[in-house]
């Protein structure tokens, strides 16, 4: 299994290219079986999820062809996608595709909308929690869907077509809203989503879905409003960029020091992010194409912050932000309350030498002088992106276990840091 060495200490210097963003991907692809037309998908990035998915849309019929790279290409820029999903031949998304990657299962919105049936295994993905699906399966109830569980399946059935309905959700989802948005572009009438899910991934997806011919307006609101249509056509979209790894980034730089422009992103993307970054003492400068991110031998100051859905701070760099924390000069508090179990970085970090305590949901930061490098491993792919910037920053050497995680969603990890300084190098076996 591979590994990726880092030696601490250097300052980050250069420019970060971000690639698209995995969690609209993702969806993105998924939404190509509304169609039989073809979906093109542009800036795509190269990740192991992106992968995975391809097999799992396989398996259904859809033929992906992926465009060259061309000559002068940045080796970040993404890859573009023609998805035909013309032919389904299969509804049933099975085991042994569905256990790797939780988003997979979102394929019953779009095969149940389309083909009036769907048989999708329950899901796994990263062991940050219990994860149920009960509010996805509420919603396709709402649409007129019959559902019946059995083996480990969820078998979704519509025989006359869905039909728009009223879903409102309880708490705030980010796969119940991608599940009732694309079940409800194909629905018969109005369909009103209440409590949606804000992220841009989703408002991304929904511009889309509208290229495709959907009527889906409230876009960037709490409230979809999606009047269903007959039958989408396909069209050409590119991703937008990836929030999560440019935040990943502009901690990286806050945690060493140093100054680095990530290049093609947004900075209204992660505002709540950059606004706590801000507040460490890190300098942050929004420019024409990406975010500029120095710290040049201020302190970090230590912040308060609790985790909440878009478009407050992301659960998604809470573990990044505590390993900056622990660099701080004074005690921080972070409270998680998206995922139940999103601590597993913690008793790494603190092999690196951080100081956490955890109470419940709050974790309590007490600002260490210096971080020394240790083998470690994490069980998710933010956890693991947290302990190598921590290593970043960290004195000598540290080994990364575990790399598979971080190939699932940060796109030529080593290959982006090392061109800003850092020593950094994958350890293939
Ligand atoms: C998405 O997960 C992201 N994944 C996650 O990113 C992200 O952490 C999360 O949203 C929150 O922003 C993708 O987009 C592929 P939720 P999702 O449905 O959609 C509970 C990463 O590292 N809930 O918004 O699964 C759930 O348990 C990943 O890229 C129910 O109770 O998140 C959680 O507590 C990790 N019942 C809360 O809602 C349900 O039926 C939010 O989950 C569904 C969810």
């Not at 949606?196 to 509208?210: K, T």
């Not at 730089?253 to 992010?273: F, I, P, W």
């Not at 995680?405 to 350890?427: M, N, P, Q, T, Y």
Request: glycine letters at 10%.
């Amino acid at each position: 299994m591979d590994r990726i060495r880092i030696v601490g200490g250097n300052r980050l210097n250069g420019t970060i290219p971000i690639s698209g963003a995995k969690n609209a991907t993702l969806p993105l692809m998924i939404a190509s079986l509304l169609t039989a037309e073809t979906l093109i998908l542009e800036n795509v990035p190269r990740l192991a999820d992106v992968i995975q998915l391809q097999r799992i849309l396989g398996n259904h019929g859809v033929d992906i062809m992926i465009e060259g790279k061309r000559p002068g290409d940045e080796p970040a820029s993404g890859r573009t996608l023609h998805i035909s999903a013309k032919n389904i031949v299969d509804t049933t998304a099975p085991y042994e595709l569905v256990s790797t990657m939780r988003a997979s299962f979102w394929v019953i919105a779009p095969l149940l909308a389309r083909m009036g049936e769907a048989k999708v295994s329950m899901p796994g993905g990263c062991a940050i929690g219990t994860r149920p699906v009960d509010l996805l399966i509420m919603a396709l109830e709402k649409l007129g869907a019959e559902i019946e569980i059995e083996g480990g399946y969820i078998i979704a059935r519509a025989p006359n077509g869905l039909r728009g309905g009223e879903i409102i959700f309880p708490k705030v989802t980010v796969s119940g809203t991608h599940v009732a948005l694309m079940a409800a572009v194909l629905a018969k009438g109005t369909t009103v989503i209440d409590n949606a899910a804000r992220e841009p991934e989703i408002g991304d997806v929904a511009d889309c879905l509208n290229k495709m011919g959907a009527k889906v307006t409230g876009i960037g609101t709490s409230q979809l409003v999606i009047e269903g249509v007959a039958k989408l056509n396909g069209t050409r979209h590119a991703v937008l960029p990836d929030r999560i790894e440019t935040g990943t980034y502009a901690m990286a730089v806050a945690m060493t020091g140093g100054d680095v422009l990530l290049q093609n992103t947004r900075a209204d993307l992660l505002q709540s992010a950059l606004d706590v970054l801000v507040k460490t003492g890190t300098t942050v400068t929004p420019t024409n194409d990406g975010i500029r991110i120095s710290r040049n031998g201020a302190a970090l100051m230590p912040v308060d912050v609790t985790t909440a859905p878009y478009p407050e701070f992301p659960t998604d760099l809470q573990a990044q932000l505590m390993a900056l924390m622990s660099l701080a000069n004074g005690t921080s508090h972070i409270t998680e309350t998206i995922f139940e179990n999103r601590f597993m970085h913690v008793q790494e970090l603190a092999r690196l030498g951080a100081r956490i305590g955890l109470d419940g949901e709050t974790a309590t930061i007490e600002g260490v002088k210096r971080l020394r490098g240790a083998p470690v491993m994490a069980t998710d792919l933010r956890a693991s992106v947290s302990l190598v910037i921590a290593a970043l920053a960290a004195e000598g050497e540290t080994m990364v276990n575990r790399v598979y995680h971080l190939d699932r969603g940060f796109e030529k990890l080593e290959e982006k840091l090392s061109r800003c300084g850092a020593v950094i190098e994958r350890i293939s076996s």
